[in-house]
């Protein structure tokens, strides 16, 4: 790559924050914005994987959902590079979960089955009860995550969540948000997003290989 051309792209490395205790239930608790825990031990070997793995990457910043599991993540991978700061990004917090916040799947299916399959059919239209839909998580967390790409050059780190994960790869792939939940985001996977000039390409999907 020239010098013109790495002045006017950057590389945004997009992951969802290592495993909670909810996330490692089965099934999965939801926790959405308001449950705010921390990483679990899995987690936190998870975010420590990550950080080596992107140890040798010339890192130039780090945004990150201010929940704390996301921070922790961010400040694993922070800490491999010296002086690095983390900018908190308030607009990619995790979807509202609403009525189901701290609930598990299996009682959700069994209880509100209605709501359940309705969401289930097309979470872009069938917000959580008393919550988002994936059409608001995309419209509030998508213009950032490009605000931020194009704002910045070289390579960039930015820790988030699932379902605003999952919104912007499917509007990269220009894919319909009802299918957006086939979208697989594993704790700690990496998306990578390429921006060259003005051409925005997203190059890797929940890249899980440096988990072992």
Not at 123 to 143: A, I, T
């Amino acid at each position: 790559m020239s010098d013109s051309s790495a002045s006017t792209s950057c590389i945004m490395y997009l992951i969802r924050h290592g495993a909670t205790e909810n996330n490692l239930k089965k099934p999965a608790v939801l926790q959405g914005k308001g449950l705010n825990g921390p990483l679990s031990p899995t987690g936190i070997e998870q975010a420590q994987q990550t950080a080596l793995f992107l140890a040798d990457h010339p890192i130039s910043a780090i945004y990150s959902s201010p929940m704390l599991r996301a921070m922790q993540t961010a400040a694993a991978i922070a800490s491999q590079h010296t002086g690095m700061k983390i900018a908190q990004v308030p607009s990619i917090i995790e979807v509202d979960v609403g009525h189901w916040e701290g609930r598990d799947w299996g009682d959700i299916q069994t209880n509100d089955p209605e709501e359940y399959a309705q969401h289930m059919s097309d979470p872009s239209k069938f917000p959580y009860p008393g919550g988002e839909s994936m059409q608001q998580v995309q419209q509030r967390c998508v213009p950032e995550l490009l605000r931020i790409l194009n704002e910045n050059t070289g390579h960039i780190v930015v820790t988030a969540h699932n379902v605003v994960n999952r919104s912007m790869v499917a509007h990269l792939l220009n894919s319909p948000l009802k299918q957006a939940r086939q979208i697989r985001q594993d704790n700690c996977g990496i998306n990578v997003i390429r921006r060259k000039g003005d051409r925005v390409e997203l190059m890797t999907v929940n890249s899980v290989f440096h988990l072992g």
